[in-house]
Antibody, heavy 122, light 111 residues
Framework: VQLVESGGGLVKPGRSLRLSCETS????????MHWVRQAPGKGLEWVSG????????GYADSVKGRFIISRDNAANSLSLQMNSLRSEDTAVYFC????????????????WGQGTLVTVSS | QSVLTQPPSVSGAPGQRVTISCSGS?????????VQWYQQIPGKGPKLLIF???NRPSGVPDRFSGSTSGTSASLAISGLQAEDEADYYC???????????FGAGTKLTVL
């Protein structure tokens, strides 16, 4: 199983950025997928999750209305469109594979990417 | 403030046993949503240690064990080794908030 995030970088407040997660080594459309972030020196924070077919989505209150999660099952990839970025969005963003079909089920993250750093600063 | 409460730090000498607690509520752990534990070495991605309260993925030593009781969970590490020094996070799902929840993390120091 491999999860490789990309798209991070330095961006000004109020601007947008799109993260991608390319996956391989498992049947992508058998699993929900998530984004989890970690601000510098802080703990893990769940950002968003999407079910196997994209039919159900969930967001943390801190990003709701600004971030959009999506997936392309044909390309085995996951994306996170981040709009209206704030300084508090500065973090390493991890892509994580969920053990279940549905993001809101009782499951776990059995594989993680190495993360991509997003820095929001003027 | 995290929905799941963990102690900020624990410590123990090599060979000793330590436990890390994770306190939740009736809308997450108490609702029957499984508890997971992850180990994170600074600078690396998290690694799954325990899933569904007490199960170990293949490759995780049996020195690591998990349990739950009511609205709380615990991770026990026996026979402490220097390589166990890391941050540990508990995780579940909260049905009231409809979000994945993590504890704030516990830093384990091996003395």
């Amino acid at each position: 199983v491999q999860l490789v995030e990309s798209g991070g970088g330095l961006v000004k407040p109020g601007r947008s950025l799109r993260l991608s997660c390319e996956t391989s080594g498992f049947t992508f459309d058998n699993h929900a997928m998530h984004w989890v972030r970690q601000a510098p020196g802080k703990g893990l924070e769940w950002v968003s999750g999407i079910s196997w077919n994209g039919g159900t989505l969930g967001y943390a209150d801190s990003v709701k209305g600004r971030f959009i999660i999506s997936r392309d099952n044909a390309a085995n990839s996951l994306s996170l469109q981040m709009n209206s970025l704030r300084s508090e969005d500065t973090a390493v963003y991890f892509c994580a594979k969920h053990s279940q079909y549905y993001y809101d089920s009782s499951g776990y993250f059995d594989s993680w990417g190495q993360g991509t750093l997003v820095t929001v600063s003027s | 403030q995290s929905v799941l409460t963990q102690p900020p730090s624990v410590s123990g000498a090599p060979g000793q046993r330590v436990t890390i607690s994770c306190s939740g509520s009736y809308s997450n752990i108490g609702a029957g949503y499984g508890v997971q534990w992850y180990q994170q070495i600074p600078g690396k991605g998290p690694k799954l240690l325990i899933f569904a309260n007490k199960n170990r993925p293949s490759g995780v030593p049996d020195r690591f064990s998990g349990s739950t009781s009511g609205t709380s969970a615990s991770l026990a590490i026996s026979g402490l080794q220097a390589e166990d020094e890391a941050d540990y996070y508990c995780q579940s799902f909260d049905r009231k908030l409809s979000v994945v929840v993590f504890g704030a993390g516990t830093k384990l120091t091996v003395l």
